[in-house]
Nanobody
């Protein structure tokens, strides 16, 4: 069983940057699509960014396009989410998730079979 641990969240001001990390232990995600989701208070958990198992394709929700970048380093079993030009509406708990073996990017959370505990990102005005 894979274990995912997110880190890098914190309290920042609008316009600042953060880089979230997701480190895996146990089974790796070498051939698994990986995704970042977030849940803001009172809202459903939503897809933020995804990356294919090969790392050659990515997908982003419209609200973060041009500001967030997902990447992966399979040698270190780590997925990153670079978050630039942060806005107050980005405030949420951010979760790292692993998709199925040899799967493609999926925006629906039920396509992912392992989740981290989440890391809080708070962006002040």
């Amino acid at each position: 069983q894979v274990q995912l641990v997110e880190s890098g969240g914190g309290l920042v001001q609008a316009g600042d940057s953060l880089r979230l990390s997701c480190a895996a232990s146990g089974r790796t995600f070498r051939r698994n699509a990986m995704g970042w989701f977030r849940r803001a208070p009172g809202k459903e958990r939503e897809f933020v960014a995804g990356i294919s198992w090969s790392g050659d394709t990515t997908r982003y929700t419209d609200s973060v396009k041009g500001r967030f970048t997902i990447s992966r380093d399979d040698a270190e079993n780590t997925v990153y989410l670079q978050m630039d030009s942060l806005k107050p509406e980005d405030t949420a708990v951010y979760y790292c998730a692993r998709g199925g073996y040899n799967s493609g990017i999926n925006i629906w959370e039920n396509a992912y079979n392992s989740w981290g505990q989440g890391t809080q990102v708070t962006v002040s005005s």
